[in-house]
């Protein structure tokens, strides 16, 4: 089997809909109810008996045992027996230990799915995120009920766009108006938006430990990701933020705001890295330039759907949000003197210099002027190794820094390069992550979830020290940027790229 064979045929694989929803419901992070059941919540809003009744009908008898249907309770800091939430439309999942339909991941899977000719699955997509805002008030990390407090990278318009591209239902655009609004209320309004800056930050809205870390992230020894955490506060020195703000050395526990800047990372999605100090807990002191980028995206695209629905002066809004947002990032985030698009430390009125792969974002979304993209490329040695982009310069220990590399990150990166005309410097960034990932899927048949990409190979578990240790195979967004960053290829080099090793 080819590796395009593997995943055009992955994609099936890692659907989930209302027929295969005991598979969906199951949850590798938990275990099911005592009487072997997994829990299916249903929002307020739904008439539970019609949704039930639904399943009921679509799914085998023998499955339908296999899951409880039940209403999502108004306290949810009551909810004790985490489950599934209720989405109306199929989805893909990324693959492994992610058995639900996850916010950014969903972003680059719609992608491959649109490559491979999936439009309707790919509207399904679009038509659930759609759903998640109306219904939980946001684009969830996943369709789980111990992520309601968070969202992840926002990518909507980019989602909606793209299907509206191949469909032309200009009456399905205009309806998905008023969702794109609320979404973007979310980020713009406080506790996200820092009125110091006018920016926004990653800012989960519970408390406590993330539930699926005390179930489910444990090492060998029986230890979760917050006692090793623990470990470190007690036998390291830390001088990038003030630790006595996360750990209380005296009580030896960690501090109710570490467990907030520990969610808020996990809304990033780059959790965990070194980024924003150790285990990047003070994520909640600082803009990152991603989202700020992601966000003017946002706006230039909600400008574009408005002015395809001829609304010509709810446009000029958006953009004027554009313009301000880009004007800002260039002010805060830009650091002449190393070349680098940094995050924003808001508290202390500073740039945190630590090179990451974010600087590209600037780039990808177009705000970088010509001279700036310039000065990132001249950085791009510090980023690339022989299987494409580390991630950070930086080895922390964590799955989101050296040597580890990311699909979505190569593609923002390749794209941002192209952007700016520097076409050399994609094409080999781009092969040297397609010829990783297709060298490893020769070796074991499958695509995972990350590279180490300085040493070239999927066996990352070695250099791990803190959070998940797997490596899950699958994989939806690596399936979507491999095909993605193969479509760019010469066909010479498409065919060179797929030849057996000999």
């Known amino acids: 089997m080819s590796v395009l064979d593997y995943i055009q045929g992955n994609w099936s694989v890692l659907t989930r809909s209302h027929r295969n929803l005991a598979a969906a ?28 009744q639904q399943l009921q009908s679509e799914m085998q008898p023998s499955d ?16 004790r027996e985490h489950g599934l939430l209720y989405l109306p439309r199929p989805y893909v999942v990324p693959g492994g ?46 369709n789980r009920t111990y992520y309601l407090t968070r969202s992840q990278p926002p990518f909507l318009t980019g989602m909606l766009l793209a299907v509206y591209r191949r469909t032309q239902d200009r009456k399905w655009l205009e309806e998905s108006v008023p969702a794109v609004d609320r979404y973007y209320q979310f980020w713009a309004r406080e506790p996200h938006l820092t009125p110091q800056t006018g920016l926004a930050r990653y800012f989960d ?57 520990d969610r808020s990372v996990r809304e990033s999605g780059f959790d965990p890295s070194g980024r924003f100090g150790p285990f990047s807990i003070d994520i909640i002191h600082h803009n990152p330039v991603c989202l ?3 966000l003017y995206l946002m706006e230039t695209q909600a400008a574009e759907i408005l002015t395809i629905l001829h609304q010509e002066s709810a446009a000029a809004v958006w953009k004027q949000r554009a313009a301000s947002r880009a ?17 924003y430390d808001f508290v202390h009125g500073r740039v945190r210099r630590y090179p990451f792969l974010a600087t590209f974002y600037p780039l990808w979304t177009g705000i970088a002027g010509r001279d700036q993209a310039a000065r990132v490329v001249q950085n791009l040695a510090v980023f690339e190794r022989p299987g494409g982009l580390q991630t950070s310069s930086h080895q922390s220990g964590d799955q989101w820094d050296a040597p580890f590399g990311w699909a979505p990150l190569q593609w923002i990166a390749v794209e941002g390069l192209r952007r700016y005309g520097y076409a050399a410097e994609a094409n080999r960034v781009s092969k040297r992550f397609l010829q990783l990932v297709q060298r490893e ?16 190979t999927a066996d990352v578990d070695r250099r791990l020290r803190f959070g998940y240790r797997s490596n899950e195979a699958g994989f939806g967004w690596t399936n979507a940027v491999f095909t993605a960053l193969f479509d760019q290829l010469a066909p010479g080099e498409r065919r060179e790229l797929l030849a057996p090793a000999s």
Request: hydrophobic fraction near 35%.
């Open 292 to 294: 700020n980028c992601l």
């Open 64 to 79: 339908f045992h296999r899951i409880d249907v039940r209403m999502l309770p108004t306290d949810l800091d009551s909810i």
């Open 25 to 52: 419901a199951a949850d590798p992070k938990f275990l099911p109810l005592p009487n072997g059941r997994w829990p299916v919540y249903v929002g307020r809003n739904e008439d539970v008996h019609r949704v039930e």
């Open 327 to 343: 004007s800002r990032v260039n002010e805060l985030m830009w650091d002449a003197r190393d070349g680098f698009y940094y995050d």
């Open 205 to 261: 809205l519970g408390e406590g430990p993330a539930p699926e870390v005390v179930s489910s992230e444990r090492d060998a020894h029986g230890h979760t990701d917050y006692d090793l955490i623990k470990q470190y506060f007690r036998s390291h020195r830390v001088d990038d933020y003030d630790a006595g703000q996360y750990y209380d050395a005296k009580k030896d526990e960690l501090t109710a705001l570490f467990y907030k800047g």
């Open 97 to 142: 230990r992610f058995n639900e339909m996850y916010g950014w991941d969903s972003y680059f899977i719609q992608m491959g799915l649109l490559r491979d000719g999936q439009v309707k699955l790919a509207q399904d997509m679009a038509d659930d995120v759609l759903y998640e805002i109306r219904e939980y008030g946001m684009i969830l990390n996943a």
């Open 441 to 456: 899927f020769s070796l074991h048949g499958t695509i995972v979830e990350k590279y180490d990409v300085v040493h070239q």
